[in-house]
């Protein structure tokens, strides 16, 4: 067997932290998202399930799940900063709302502990706030993506902030890092996709996501034993050890598939609508579901009930909802 040498390993590292690096570059990985969110859930505390029934759920249904939001630095949104704009103040939007909603968009503390105030147009509301430019565009270019760094407070912070204000009023939420040069292009942006931004607050009123995750709870695969025998060391004994370990594999891999399938099946019929993340097909750690489901509030109950029975048949659930719809907001900057 070739031996693996430090130069292997260096080379090993060098390309594993480019390839993290253009990840995090490129989307800021929901799963560091997630990271964060554990670390605020560990600090303040998670909301136990109690027992008042389905139908009040707390937005924290299982202590292990933690809702993510999905992170883009300074999009590209019609008007919004350019990228070469490196210093200076952006006007960051956190969510939008009808223009009544005003009183639940106000004096909430958001990122670097500045209130959000209120920019309204043709009817619609922008929950928001003025914040330097220079530490979203360092994020971008570099990304610290250490867990009391500034990107893991300003995430929780939008995170906390879209949370409390949703919990007072229907909105369509927005993505992290949506930052307006001024003033005047947050008031244009409302003022030319004012249609737009009604159709929306009106299609996902009475509606919420809720994040899901079933983790099949079969025991561990035994770890392999040295054979007491001679391992053949010729190619066919290889190759048919190989075939057998990829058959194994592959024999799993259905049987996941097929759970997920079944249970996705399920939840769907309660929801609007489904979001889908894909994972690693061949890790056993992942979950065999993991979906984001539009509920209407009034198919909670039954919802939450196929969910109970779920965990009755020892699927291990982790539930985090009801959350402002993230993954389900329609606009015309947000294609693609």
Known sequence: MRQVDGDDVAELVRSARAEARALVH??????????????????????????????????EESGT???????TVVRDAPGAARRDEETGDGWYVYALARAEAVDGLTGRTGIDGVETTVVEAAGVAAMSAVLPIAPFRAAEREPDLAEDGWLAHALRAHDRVVAEAFDAVPLLPLRFGTLYPDRDAVVSMLRTGADELRAELDRLAGSAEWSVKAFSEAPAEPVEQPSPDPVPSDGTGWMTHQLRTATARQHRQRQRTAAAAAI???????????????????????PVLDTVYLVDDDARVDFLGELEELRRRELRL??????????????????G
């Open 264 to 286: 996705g099946d399920r939840l769907a019929g309660y929801a609007r609508e489904t979001w889908q993340r894909r994972g690693a097909d061949n890790d056993p750690t992942r």
């Open 65 to 71: 799940a933690r809702r993510e939001v999905p992170a």
């Open 26 to 59: 490129a989307e800021l990985v929901e799963q560091f998202a997630s990271i964060y969110r554990a670390a605020a859930r560990d600090a303040i505390g998670s909301a136990v399930p109690g027992e008042d029934g389905p139908g009040t759920a707390r937005r």
């Open 318 to 335: 982790t539930v985090s909802g009801p959350n402002p719809a993230y993954h389900f907001v329609r606009l015309g900057a947000d294609d």
